[in-house]
């Protein structure tokens, strides 16, 4: 992501825009590696979400993004942390988040990662840069599902993932 170049008209055909949220179109996907073009319409946000602790990188093809990063702090149902290859099993109805820091995604600039420390964030493209935003994203095994914290409503719940373009 880094190093190669990619041409615009390569993913033309992965682009999938719908008007009231962001969608996923698979590029490539076996049993390590996923591979998917993110398409950001204006105003549209991810819920704050875990990685389940996989490895992964974002750059920008166009446009721009917020990367909120979070920590959890406490939670109470330990049982259902540190699970190697998920943050939790969701189920708990206290959370307590710390946030960590911003990331501002833009093309040419720094790849946005998550890793085995650092898997907790929310994606915004925000509706005062009316702009729509497209990024793609590999992931080091595929991602199926992730753990939504509802802070507001102080749960925590696993959300199966598809992708938009199958």
Same mark, same amino acid.
């Given at each position: +992501?880094?190093?190669?170049?990619i041409?615009?008209?390569? %993913?033309?055909r /992965?682009?999938?825009w719908?008007p *009231?949220?962001?969608t996923r #179109? &698979?590029?490539?996907?076996?049993?390590?590696?996923?591979?998917? %073009?993110?398409? $950001?319409?204006? @105003?549209?946000i991810?819920? %704050?979400? !875990?990685h #389940? @602790?996989?490895?992964g $990188?974002?750059?920008?093809i166009?446009?721009?993004?917020?990367?909120?990063?979070?920590r959890?702090?406490e939670? #109470?149902?330990?049982?259902?942390q540190?699970?190697?290859g998920?943050?939790? +099993?969701?189920g708990? !109805? &206290?959370i307590?988040?710390?946030h960590?820091?911003?990331?501002?995604?833009?093309?040419g @600039?720094?790849?946005?990662?998550?890793?085995?420390?650092? !898997?907790?964030?929310?994606?915004?493209?925000?509706?005062? $840069?009316?702009?729509?935003?497209?990024?793609?994203?590999?992931y080091?095994?595929?991602?199926?599902? $992730? =753990? =939504?914290f *509802?802070?507001?409503g102080?749960?925590?719940f696993?959300?199966? %993932? &598809? /992708?938009?373009?199958?």
């Amino acid at each position: +992501l880094v190093a190669y170049e990619i041409a615009p008209d390569d %993913l033309e055909r /992965y682009k999938n825009w719908q008007p *009231d949220h962001h969608t996923r #179109n &698979k590029i490539f996907r076996n049993d390590m590696i996923e591979v998917m %073009l993110i398409c $950001w319409p204006i @105003g549209s946000i991810t819920p %704050l979400h !875990t990685h #389940n @602790g996989q490895l992964g $990188w974002m750059t920008m093809i166009e446009g721009k993004l917020l990367v909120e990063n979070y920590r959890k702090v406490e939670c #109470n149902r330990p049982e259902n942390q540190q699970v190697v290859g998920l943050d939790c +099993l969701a189920g708990a !109805t &206290k959370i307590v988040m710390e946030h960590v820091g911003n990331e501002f995604a833009v093309p040419g @600039g720094p790849l946005n990662t998550v890793d085995k420390t650092q !898997t907790i964030h929310r994606i915004v493209n925000r509706a005062e $840069w009316n702009e729509r935003a497209v990024s793609m994203h590999i992931y080091s095994r595929p991602i199926d599902s $992730w =753990v =939504v914290f *509802d802070i507001e409503g102080q749960r925590c719940f696993r959300r199966d %993932l &598809k /992708y938009d373009n199958e």
